[in-house]
C-alpha cells in the first residue's frame, strides 16, 4: 500500500467526507418524494471490503450504523458477478438494514479493472406497500403487513436500467411515479460519488486512495479508543421502555442495557431487554446497532464517523430480544427501541463526561393519513406522511435545544405545511411551541410544538400513528423532572367533543372536516428545578415556554402577573422562599403517594397529567384516568433513581 503524507492524508479524508455529502446534494434536488426531500436519507462511501469510509455531514443517526451492512450483503449476494455501471438495491431490515421504507442503492466503483470502493444512497420511500397506506401497520406482529421486502436485486445492468424489475417493485408500492423517480435519483446519487473518487484517482492515482480509504478509519479507531482508555474502568447500566405491547398485558417493555468500559474498549449488554413484542415496535440487530453508535458517537463530535469508530465497542444481544429481531418478526417501528437506547446511552455517558451531560429527549412520531384526494376530478392517492419536532433534554450548564428533529435523525427537516397542503387535502390550524412542555430542572428541557390539522375534501382516507413516551413519559436526569406524555386526540365532524386515540394505532378512518392534533414532549430536565435561578423561570414565563401556573407547581416560584398583554410579570421573592421550602419538605412524600388517590383526583378534574407524572410520578390512562399499576411501579422505579434521590430534603 502506498505511504500518505499527512497533507494528503488529510485532503483525502475531508475530499470522501465531501464526495458523500455531494451525494446528498444529488438526490435533494433529483429526489420525487416528499418524505426523501425533507432529508429523511443518507449516504455512505465503502471501501472495497464493504467497511464504511465515510459519512456525510448531514446523514441522519438512524442510518449510519447500518449502511456497511447492507453493503456487505450486497456484496456477498453479488460476488464474482459485480461490473462497472451496476447498481443494486436492498432494504432488508434482517440483513443489517432499518426497515422496508428506506431503500439502499450501492455501486461498487472500479479503477484499473478492480473494485476499490462502493457508493450507497439511502432513501425513506413514502410508501412500500403492506396493509396501510405509509407502510406503518402497528398491530403487525409479522412482516408480511409491512410492506415489500427487497433483498438484494439489480437494477442497473453494465449501466443499462433493468426497467422490468424496477417496476416490479415500483407497482407494489402505492405511488409508483414516485418510486421510479426516486430511483433513477439515487442512482444517479451513487454516480456523483463515483465520479468524485475516480477524479482523486486520477490525481493521486488508484493505490493511494486506496491507502486513503483504510488510513481513515485507522485514525478513528486510534483517535476513539485513546479517549475511552483516558476513562476510568467500570460498568453502568440502565433501563428504559416502550410504552406497551399492544398484544399483550399492562406494562412497559423494558430495555435493559450495561455499559462496560475495559481498557480502551467500550462493551454494551443488553441482557435483560424484553422478548420481542406483538407489533412493529422490535428492532433488528443491525437498528440496534446504529442505535449504540450514534448515541456513543454523540459523545466524540469532533471525530468523522466510519467504521474505525465501530471497531471500538462491542454489543451483546440476547437472541430473539426486541433489540434481536429475527425474520419474520416486524420491524417497522424499529425507531422506538432505537430512541430508547440512544437516551440510555446518553445518560450512561453523561456520568462518564459530565461536562457533556444531557437529558432524555423527546421520542418522534410518525402520522400517516392516506386515501384519495377528492379536490381534483381524477381523485389520485395522496400520502401526507409528516414528523414533528420537539425538545431535547437539559445539558450541564445549558437548557435543552428548542423545537429539534429528534436524535433519531437531526438531519432531518421539519415539513413546511404549505408543501404538505399543496400535496395532500389536509389544512394545517395550529402549529407552535407547547407552552409547559419542557420538562422541569435546573436547566430545564427544549419545548416540544402542538400540530393541528383539518381534513379537507377526500375519499377512503384512513390514519395512522406510531409514537410512544405515552407511559414511558421523556425523563429528567440529575433531579429534573419528566416531560409530559405524547398521543393523539381526534375530534370529528360536528361532534362536540374530541377523542384520545393516544400514541399507537392504524387503519382508523377519517374523513371530511374531521380534526386532529398531538402534541410533542420537551426534553426532560437537568438537575433539581428548585434550584433554577428565579430570573430563568420569569424570563421563561415571559418566552410563553412556563405558564405562571406551573412555574409555582414545577419550579416553586411564584409569579405575579402585572400585565400579561405588555408581557409584564414579576418574581415575588418572599413568597418564592417560602414556597419552595414547603415543597422540599412535602415532594418526596407526594411522590409516593398512593396512586389510586392520583388517579381519583385526575379522573375528578383537580389535577392533570402534568401533575400526575411530575409530582406524583404516577402513569394513567390519559383518556379513562384508569390507573396503570405495573406502568407506574416501573416508572416509579426509575423516577426515583434519576429524580427523587438526588434532591435535597
Not at 406502568?631 to 433513581?641: D, G, H, L, W
Amino acid at each position: 500500500m502506498a505511504e500518505l503524507d499527512p497533507v494528503t492524508f488529510e485532503v483525502l479524508k475531508n475530499s470522501f467526507i465531501t464526495s458523500v455529502d455531494q451525494m446528498g446534494e444529488q438526490i435533494l434536488r433529483t429526489c420525487y418524494s416528499f418524505v426523501i426531500y425533507n432529508h429523511d436519507f443518507s449516504s455512505a462511501l465503502h471501501d472495497a471490503n464493504g467497511e464504511c469510509a465515510a459519512q456525510g455531514n448531514a446523514d441522519i443517526a438512524v442510518h449510519v450504523g447500518t449502511l456497511h451492512f447492507t453493503c456487505k450483503e450486497v456484496m456477498r449476494h453479488f460476488a464474482g458477478d459485480m461490473h462497472e455501471g451496476d447498481v443494486y438495491a436492498i432494504n432488508d431490515p434482517y440483513a443489517g438494514g432499518t426497515h422496508f421504507s428506506d431503500v439502499r442503492l450501492i455501486r461498487p466503483i472500479f479503477a484499473d479493472g478492480k473494485i476499490i470502493a462502493f457508493s450507497q444512497s439511502n432513501g425513506h420511500w413514502s410508501d412500500v406497500g403492506g396493509s396501510v397506506p405509509g407502510s406503518f401497520d402497528v398491530s403487525a406482529k409479522e412482516m408480511f403487513k409491512e410492506g415489500l421486502r427487497i433483498t438484494p436485486v439489480r437494477l442497473f445492468d453494465k449501466g443499462r436500467f433493468v426497467k422490468d424489475v424496477a417496476h416490479l417493485i415500483a407497482s407494489n408500492t402505492r405511488d409508483p411515479a414516485s418510486i421510479i423517480g426516486d430511483i433513477q435519483a439515487q442512482a444517479e446519487a451513487t454516480a456523483v460519488c463515483q465520479r468524485e473518487i475516480l477524479r482523486l484517482v486520477g490525481k493521486y492515482g488508484r493505490e493511494t486512495v486506496e491507502t486513503g480509504l483504510s488510513a481513515v478509519q485507522d485514525y478513528v479507531e486510534r483517535s476513539a479508543r485513546a479517549r475511552i482508555a483516558a476513562l476510568p474502568d467500570g460498568e453502568w447500566e440502565t433501563v428504559d421502555f416502550i410504552d406497551r405491547d399492544p398484544a399483550g398485558g399492562e406494562g412497559m417493555i423494558p430495555i435493559h442495557i450495561k455499559l462496560t468500559i475495559k481498557g480502551d474498549k467500550a462493551i454494551y449488554d443488553f441482557t435483560g431487554s424484553h422478548p420481542v413484542i406483538g407489533s412493529i415496535y422490535n428492532s433488528a440487530f443491525g437498528t440496534t446497532f446504529s442505535a449504540v453508535a450514534a448515541g456513543m458517537k454523540t459523545f466524540f463530535p469532533d471525530l468523522p464517523l466510519n467504521s474505525g469508530f465501530y471497531r471500538c465497542f462491542e454489543i451483546i444481544v440476547p437472541e430473539g430480544s426486541i433489540v434481536d429481531a429475527q425474520w419474520p418478526v416486524a420491524v417497522t417501528g424499529f425507531l422506538m427501541p432505537f430512541e430508547k437506547i440512544m437516551n440510555s446511552i446518553y445518560e450512561m455517558w453523561s456520568k462518564l463526561m459530565p461536562e457533556r451531560a444531557l437529558a432524555c429527549a423527546f421520542n418522534l412520531e410518525y402520522l400517516l393519513t392516506g386515501g384519495r384526494d377528492a379536490r381534483t376530478p381524477d381523485k389520485p392517492i395522496f400520502m401526507f406522511y409528516d414528523w414533528l419536532p420537539g425538545g431535547w433534554g437539559g445539558r450541564n450548564g445549558k437548557d435543552g435545544a428548542n423545537v429539534t428533529t429528534a436524535c433519531f435523525g437531526t438531519g432531518m427537516m421539519a415539513q413546511p405545511v404549505e408543501g404538505q397542503e399543496r400535496a395532500n387535502p389536509i389544512l394545517t390550524t395550529e402549529c407552535e411551541i407547547l407552552k409547559d412542555s419542557p420538562g422541569p430542572g435546573k436547566w430545564r428541557g427544549g419545548a416540544g410544538v402542538v400540530k393541528t390539522s383539518l381534513m379537507l375534501a377526500a375519499e377512503k382516507t384512513v390514519i395512522s400513528y406510531i409514537c410512544d413516551r405515552e407511559r414511558a413519559v421523556v425523563w429528567g436526569i440529575e433531579g429534573g423532572l419528566p416531560s409530559m406524555p405524547h398521543g393523539l386526540t381526534l375530534k370529528r365532524a360536528g361532534a362536540d367533543t374530541e377523542e384520545r386515540l393516544g400514541s399507537i394505532f392504524s387503519d382508523v378512518p377519517i374523513g371530511e372536516g374531521d380534526v386532529f392534533s398531538r402534541p410533542t414532549a420537551g426534553g426532560g430536565g437537568f438537575g433539581d428545578p428548585l434550584d433554577r435561578e428565579p430570573a430563568r423561570v420569569l424570563e421563561d414565563v415571559k418566552d410563553d415556554y412556563v405558564s405562571v401556573e406551573r412555574a409555582a407547581k414545577d419550579y416553586g416560584v411564584v409569579i405575579r402577573t402585572i400585565d400579561a398583554e405588555l408581557c409584564e410579570y414579576e418574581v415575588d421573592a418572599p413568597a418564592t422562599e417560602g414556597l419552595r421550602a414547603t415543597q422540599r419538605s412535602m415532594r418526596v412524600d407526594e411522590a409516593r403517594i398512593d396512586p389510586e388517590a392520583v388517579a381519583a383526583r385526575y379522573r375528578a378534574g383537580e389535577i392533570d397529567a402534568m401533575d400526575a407524572i411530575r409530582r406524583h410520578a404516577v402513569i394513567l390512562d390519559w383518556g379513562t384516568g384508569a390507573l396503570l399499576p405495573e406502568s407506574t411501579r416501573q416508572f416509579r422505579e426509575v423516577f426515583e433513581r434519576r429524580s427523587l434521590a438526588n434532591w435535597r430534603h
